[in-house]
């Protein structure tokens, strides 16, 4: 490796370098948020409860059902298939022609929205049963109970995996170079064809990388920290002593 090349490659190629991590942010960041909107959605659909029977508990059944199916299908599929599929399948079959934007953040969207969907079951599930039963009696009915008592906190709960999600979709972006959508993956590519330096030209790929998903730890983490508030009961006990 030779620091003069990778200087060299910066100097000549920041430009794309820039263009595809804006891309690769932008794709992740949005898809994320979708994501997690699909998955407290989805969430809420599965704790909801009716009587056992009537037509609105069996509509509700086969809602939850399909729902199951695509949380299934696409935590079951690699990424790089839901892409082809979505974007060339829906315009062969269906005359659906996407950009390869929209398209890339429609695949990493509802991805994350399956993966989100378990993870927010996971936290309205962690909450104790007695905070509903609580709500109940003093007259909430189910869409109150979640407003106002349960997805604030599921909300904090599940922060750290919808980091994890952040940071692994900022990397996961990579395979949308299939379908051309122009994130870091592509442009770097095309500037490893140009120059043929393929190791130095990713080494600085490798450290945009980085870069993006280290700065999206720390940011969430500060979030995080903010959410909790200060440790007030550490501070009563240090002023007691």
């Given at each position: 490796?030779?620091l003069?090349?990778?200087i060299?490659i910066v100097e000549n190629n920041?430009?794309?370098?820039?263009?595809?991590?804006?891309?690769?942010?932008l794709?992740?960041?949005?898809?994320?948020?979708?994501g997690?909107?699909?998955?407290?959605?989805i969430g809420?659909?599965?704790?909801?409860?009716?009587?056992?029977?009537?037509?609105?508990?069996?509509s509700?059944k086969?809602?939850?059902?399909?729902l199951?199916c695509?949380v299934?299908?696409f935590?079951?599929?690699?990424m790089?298939?839901?892409?082809?599929?979505?974007f060339?399948g829906?315009?062969?079959?269906?005359?659906?022609d996407?950009?390869?934007?929209?398209?890339?953040i429609?695949v990493v969207?509802?991805?994350?929205?399956?993966?989100?969907?378990?993870?927010v079951?996971?936290?309205?599930?962690?909450?104790?049963?007695?905070?509903y039963e609580a709500a109940?009696?003093?007259?909430?009915?189910h869409?109150?109970i979640?407003?106002h008592?349960?997805?604030p906190?599921?909300?904090?709960?599940?922060?750290?995996?919808?980091?994890n999600?952040l940071i692994m979709?900022?990397?996961d972006?990579?395979?949308?170079?299939?379908?051309g959508?122009t994130?870091?993956?592509?442009?770097?590519?095309?500037?490893a064809?140009?120059?043929?330096r393929?190791f130095?030209?990713?080494?600085v790929?490798?450290?945009?990388?980085?870069?993006?998903?280290?700065?999206?730890?720390?940011?969430?983490?500060?979030v995080?920290?903010?959410?909790d508030g200060?440790?007030?009961?550490?501070?009563?006990?240090k002023?007691?002593?």
């Amino acid at each position: 490796m030779s620091l003069e090349w990778i200087i060299s490659i910066v100097e000549n190629n920041w430009q794309m370098f820039l263009r595809g991590a804006y891309y690769t942010l932008l794709i992740s960041i949005s898809s994320t948020i979708i994501g997690a909107l699909i998955g407290f959605f989805i969430g809420i659909m599965h704790t909801i409860k009716v009587r056992k029977k009537g037509v609105k508990f069996y509509s509700l059944k086969l809602f939850n059902f399909l729902l199951t199916c695509y949380v299934e299908f696409f935590r079951g599929t690699p990424m790089i298939v839901q892409a082809m599929v979505v974007f060339y399948g829906l315009d062969i079959a269906f005359g659906i022609d996407m950009h390869f934007i929209t398209a890339g953040i429609l695949v990493v969207s509802l991805n994350t929205g399956a993966y989100m969907a378990e993870i927010v079951r996971g936290g309205i599930v962690s909450i104790d049963k007695g905070q509903y039963e609580a709500a109940s009696a003093i007259g909430m009915n189910h869409f109150q109970i979640m407003l106002h008592v349960v997805l604030p906190q599921v909300a904090r709960n599940v922060l750290p995996a919808t980091g994890n999600q952040l940071i692994m979709n900022i990397k996961d972006t990579a395979v949308l170079n299939v379908i051309g959508v122009t994130e870091l993956f592509f442009q770097t590519k095309s500037i490893a064809g140009n120059n043929f330096r393929y190791f130095e030209s990713f080494f600085v790929a490798c450290v945009l990388y980085f870069i993006m998903t280290f700065t999206a730890s720390r940011i969430l983490l500060y979030v995080e920290k903010r959410l909790d508030g200060p440790d007030a009961y550490q501070k009563e006990q240090k002023e007691a002593i």
